[in-house]
């Protein structure tokens, strides 16, 4: 069955295409106008914001939260302080990369990791008897990322804890009244962020944002557009 992210009533409003295309089972927009090149100007002389709400997302926490990513991650955890993220891979006993994303790190023993496609089995199968915790949390979260040169610009004035963050850094503050983690992360490279928040209040969260930013020349776009940045 296809599935919709929390934030698809807003965007399939926005989407004059009607072209979606699928994502982990989600529907994802192709391209919101004709010509996907005026989002790409828009992200690169301006700003934009893409759905990556499908994105598979793990809790991985617990004594040994360390420990366990440590020896599967082939960049070294350790190194990743609270309050940063980690882009990273993982391979398979020949060596061979199976998968990449991103690692967040919330606190000594709380991480979560972001990755395009399904990892939960894998990952748990090298748990062992090690004692940490992998929760599947995908459904539970939306993802708004927000790139391009005024992405900061429109942020920091929905939470000012985002002037500050630093390349691969994250910060959990509110946008709108609600609770999320704001990361200096993004497909599309620097300058761009990423929003996390619950799919109960993504709207909410949506909403804002668009209304901060379409002064700046915010406007959404789709997986062509991402793919040209």
């Not at 302080?81 to 398979?92: E, F, I, K, L, S």
């Not at 992360?185 to 804002?208: H, N, Q, R, W």
Request: proline share 5%.
């Amino acid at each position: 069955m296809v599935r919709t992210t929390p934030f698809h009533p807003r965007l399939s409003e926005l989407n004059s295409t009607g072209l979606w295309g699928h994502w982990a089972g989600y529907l994802s927009a192709t391209k919101y106008d004709m010509s996907a090149k005026h989002e790409y100007f828009a992200v690169r002389n301006s700003a934009g914001y893409f759905d990556s709400s499908p994105l598979y997302k793990y809790w991985v926490r617990g004594r040994d939260a360390e420990r366990f990513l440590a020896g599967v991650m082939a960049r070294d955890v350790r190194t990743c302080r609270p309050g940063r993220a980690q882009y990273t891979v993982w391979c398979d006993d020949g060596g061979y990369v199976l998968e990449d994303g991103v690692l967040f790190r919330y606190s000594d023993n709380e991480f979560m990791l972001t990755a395009a496609e399904p990892n939960l089995g894998y990952l748990a199968d090298l748990r062992g008897r090690l004692d940490v915790e992998l929760v599947d949390v995908s459904a539970e979260h939306g993802v708004l990322a927000v790139q391009g040169p005024r992405a900061r610009m429109i942020l920091e004035r929905l939470s000012p804890d985002v002037a500050a963050l630093p390349f691969f850094g994250l910060v959990q503050t509110k946008i709108a009244g609600v609770a999320v983690t704001v990361s200096r992360t993004g497909f599309t490279g620097d300058l761009g962020y990423e929003i996390l928040v619950p799919a109960s209040d993504a709207l909410v969260v949506l909403d804002d944002v668009v209304e901060t930013g379409t002064p700046y020349g915010l406007r959404p776009f789709g997986e062509q557009a991402l793919l040209m940045t």
